[in-house]
């Protein structure tokens, strides 16, 4: 747009001095402080990548600053990235909705998008129509004439081809244009009406479907919505079939939700079988739903007329419901016009002998064997196809264990992993290496989750040079997990203790609780990287046998970007935690940590090793200053060659600074060098 390009000339110089001068100096309590002043020093020697990285790194310290993301999009727009700046410049006007010079760098990028363009249009017409009624002056000017720009093209184009739908034959080019104009004019229900008559001049192109789902959200028709996903995510189309797939909960469909989608697209016969099959496999527990199976399977057979599987299907429904004179004609037709495979099921379902299946085609040449077909399916992302040939392929085979692999990983591609975990335990039995070894890694990683008790164990002994002691925190936990609750109560011991017990000096105080914590509590399922817990106990000293009431809870959060520790890949990463913890015996204080860690990971022979700058803050409610500091530094993790997996020992050396000084005995920094070995397990 033309105005773009003048908005981003206009500013271009008082870009130029925003992103070149860091802050003068560190304000009191600024996490993001370190971040900014290399973000800022690589914008001035022009190491963008960096400058993205730590100005990420500062969003991340500091979320509710909408300058950082500001400074992040203007950054990304230097090097190209406009998608990217345009999430950051979304971002930061949320924050700070009073900056319209931020709403309009973010208008003007929505209309120059190329993804999901009808809606990206949509959004900078709102946008522009905001900032025209409560900017300032030259904002809101700015605002009128780019709204005006956009919303007049729009409504003459709309009334243009709603003229010809009303004095010609109705296109499907004709339906799509008019509903892509009226979701750009925030027009949702003209949008959506359209994009329906769109689909059904032209049924086979499932990606309307994408176009409609979104404006039915936009609508708030959730069943609309979720009836578009499911059409298009059984469609022939891979892509459109993906993207539906992603936007669909992790919930498989009701009943109800694939009649929806089938009223909308009733043309889609696998959406048709896969209804068919899922009453089916619900009569087996429910008598109502077999009804409708059957009226299912009767409708497909009546619009495939020559797919035999279903046809056989239909006709056993009705032969264990022991209604033969309807079963045999459908039976018989199987038995004659039927492929050999699906005339034997039916012949073993009569109690007649099968037929011996030469696998040649009309050439004589050999057909594809089960295990070929099932590579294909599975190379193909046609799961369930390949689960049937691998199936079939094991049974052909019982010993090939790679097989019992191949069925393992296709069954938790299909979320059914009670049953992968069944066949990765018969695989890791093989006696060929490989295969057992990948087989026990997917087991292990598999089972903690389908146990009804899971048991977690860490331990941390640590060595910090500031307390000249030796620290040790570990817990024990048992959990039980169902997945029909998104709460886990749980069982835990807990271990909180040093060496030195208590500092010198004539008011000495404790370095730790030197208890055992004994409590039960509850946690909630991990949700983008949070979780939820509180847990209530006893508190044991092991010094002199006290006992005390404990209860502690909060909310933990921890992200990880670019190359994990215990990944395979080597190369940048930033790792973000985040805690706020209640805790009754520290006077009902409220402790609220955040660290990062930005740095390199690289492989070592045969180990792994992390090199990273440190920046820690940490602040409490009771605002005591052993509460309240913040510390940054460099360091280093390795994971000793030998050793089992999840041992590493951890080497960081800090200079710290308490942001509260009141009470405190000490001077207000101090330096610390940390060595510590982490070592857990779930079982």
């Known amino acids: 747009m033309r105005q773009a390009a003048l908005l981003f000339l206009c500013t271009a110089t008082v870009l130029a001095q925003l992103q070149t001068a860091a802050p003068a100096q560190n304000p009191a309590g600024d996490a993001a402080y370190a971040s900014l002043t290399r973000a800022f020093d690589a914008l001035r020697s022009r190491d963008y990548d960096l400058a993205i990285l730590s100005f990420r790194n500062a969003a991340a310290l500091s979320p509710r600053r909408a300058d950082i993301r500001k400074n992040l999009a203007y950054t990304l727009m230097k090097t190209g990235e406009t998608d990217a700046a345009r999430d950051e410049f979304g971002e930061a006007m949320r924050l700070d909705p009073a900056d319209f010079h931020v709403a309009l760098e973010y208008a003007f990028l929505c209309f120059e998008a190329k993804d999901d363009a009808s809606a990206r249009k949509a959004e900078a017409r709102r946008i522009f129509a905001l900032v025209r009624d409560t900017g300032d002056a030259e904002s809101s000017a700015t605002a009128a004439t780019a709204f005006r720009n956009i919303d007049d093209p729009l409504k003459e184009g709309i009334e243009r081809r709603q003229r010809a739908l009303a004095t010609s034959a109705p296109t499907f080019g004709a339906y799509f244009e008019l509903a892509q104009l009226a979701e750009q004019r925030d027009e949702a229900e003209l949008a959506a009406s359209n994009y329906k008559a769109a689909f059904r001049m032209l049924p086979e192109r499932k990606s309307v479907l994408l176009e409609l789902a979104r404006v039915e959200k936009t609508r708030g028709n959730s069943e609309g919505t979720m009836a578009a996903l499911i059409a298009a995510s059984r469609g022939p189309e891979p892509r459109t079939a993906e993207l539906a797939r992603e936007r669909l909960p992790e919930r498989y469909p009701y009943v109800y939700e694939f009649r929806e989608a089938l009223k909308l697209d009733p043309s889609n016969t696998a959406l048709h079988k896969e209804l068919a099959y899922l009453l089916l496999t619900m009569s087996q527990n429910r008598q109502a739903a077999r009804g409708d199976a059957e009226k299912e399977f009767a409708a497909l057979v009546g619009e495939c007329s020559d797919d035999y599987v279903l046809i056989a299907q239909l006709g056993l429904l009705y032969l264990e419901d022991q209604r033969t004179d309807v079963a045999m004609p459908l039976l018989n037709r199987v038995l004659e016009h039927g492929d050999e495979e699906t005339a034997n099921r039916v012949r073993i379902a009569l109690h007649v002998p099968s037929v011996l299946i030469e696998r040649k085609d009309a050439a004589g040449q050999e057909t594809p064997d089960a295990r070929e077909l099932a590579e294909r399916s599975y190379r193909a992302g046609f799961l369930k196809d390949a689960l049937r040939y691998f199936t079939q392929a094991r049974e052909e085979n019982p010993s090939d264990s790679s097989l019992a692999l191949k069925l393992g990983w296709t069954n938790n591609l299909l979320r059914d992993d009670a049953t992968a975990l069944g066949w990765f335990d018969v695989a890791r039995q093989s006696s060929d290496p490989a295969i057992a070894a990948e087989a026990n890694r997917a087991w292990r990683n598999l089972r903690p989750e389908r146990r009804l008790f899971r048991t977690t164990v860490w331990l941390y002994p640590l060595f910090s040079s500031r307390w000249g002691d030796v620290f040790g925190y570990g817990q024990a936990k048992i959990e039980l997990r169902t997945k029909r609750l998104p709460l886990h109560p749980y069982a835990s011991l807990r271990l909180a203790g040093d060496v030195r017990r208590e500092t010198s000096g004539p008011a000495p105080q404790a370095l730790s609780e030197s208890a055992l914590i004994t409590a039960v509590g509850v946690g909630t399922n991990v949700w ?99 509460a309240n500091f913040m510390e940054t530094g460099p360091g280093f993790r390795i994971h000793p060659p030998g050793m089992p997996p999840p041992v590493w020992i951890n080497v960081s050396a800090l200079r710290g600074v308490y942001l509260r000084n009141e009470g405190n005995p000490g001077r207000s920094n101090f330096y610390d060098l940390r060595v510590g070995i982490w070592y857990a397990f779930t079982r």
């Not at 670019?562 to 009754?584: C, K, N, P, W």
């Not at 402790?591 to 990062?596: C, I, R, T």
């Not at 492989?603 to 090199?611: C, N, Y």
């Open 528 to 626: 983008h990287g949070a979780n939820a817990w509180f847990e209530g106990g006893v508190a044991t000293s092991y010094l002199n046998g006290n006992h005390w009431s404990d209860y502690r809870g909060g909310l933990s959060f921890t992200r990880t970007q670019g190359a994990a520790l215990g990944g395979e890949r080597t190369g940048l990463f930033l790792e973000t935690t985040g805690d706020s913890v209640y805790i009754s015996h520290f006077d009902e204080d409220l402790l609220n940590y955040a660290q990062s860690r930005f740095g390199y990971t690289r492989s070592l022979a045969r180990s792994r090793a992390q090199a990273f700058w440190n920046q820690n803050f940490t602040v409490d409610a009771k605002k005591q200053y052993w």
